[in-house]
């Protein structure tokens, strides 16, 4: 079966319709800088707590969560994500959108489906506004588990009535197409820049969202 007689597609956020370096600036190098100012520390030491703190919670609900980072760091991170020095950092990339509106035009059921957390997430619409494109938009807080997590799966089967036999799944994130993968979604579409590697569990392997178009 072709990707185009799919009905369902479930598209990541970041990574796959907006580019990285909103997020990574912030946590990386933006919050460190705001929390070596807080506590009067050198940037080196406040480099070595806040990434110890956030590597350990990769792959968790947490890791995602703003509110649970606002009470760690004793700082508003969603004030402090509404900076201007991060917000201009949010870019859609090349092609997304010309994407999303070849989906609707094809009649699919499209899926916003991500791990940001809803407040990260509104102040990403306020700069771009793609909610028309979607049936609906999920954030993995709300379903209680983190893409990682097979349970996710699951839940978000049950809550949009899927059928797993006729969902795509687009993601940039390898975890996540894995766990989906063992909960009985099989066909994914990885979004990874690396080039001339074999993937398993993964039905297509381009470099954009924007490639996508010629698979269909």
Not at 80 to 107: C, P, W
Not at 131 to 139: G, M, T
Request: aromatic letters at 14%.
């Amino acid at each position: 079966m072709k990707l185009k007689d799919y009905t369902y597609y479930l598209i990541d956020l970041d990574g796959v319709l907006l580019n990285t370096k909103y997020d990574n600036y912030f946590w990386q190098e933006y919050i460190p800088r705001v929390y070596a100012d807080k506590r009067g520390i050198s940037i080196e030491d406040a480099v070595s707590v806040t990434h110890s703190l956030f590597n350990y919670k990769k792959k968790t609900l947490d890791w995602y969560n703003i509110d649970y980072w606002s009470n760690i760091l004793n700082i508003d991170i969603e004030e402090e994500k509404k900076s201007k020095h991060s917000v201009e950092k949010i870019q859609v990339i090349d092609g997304s959108l010309k994407m999303l509106e070849n989906l609707v035009a094809l009649n699919k059921k499209v899926f916003l489906i991500t791990n940001a957390h809803r407040k990260t997430l509104e102040i990403k619409m306020s700069k771009f506004n793609i909610k028309n494109f979607f049936d609906d938009i999920i954030c993995s807080h709300e379903l209680h588990y983190a893409k990682e997590d097979i349970q996710f799966w699951y839940m978000l089967k049950l809550k949009l009535g899927l059928d797993f036999e006729s969902t795509v799944l687009v993601e940039d994130t390898y975890d996540n197409i894995l766990s989906a993968y063992h909960a009985g979604l099989r066909t994914s579409v990885y979004i990874n820049n690396e080039r001339n590697k074999k993937f398993n569990f993964v039905t297509k392997h381009i470099q954009s969202f924007g490639e996508l178009a010629s698979c269909m």
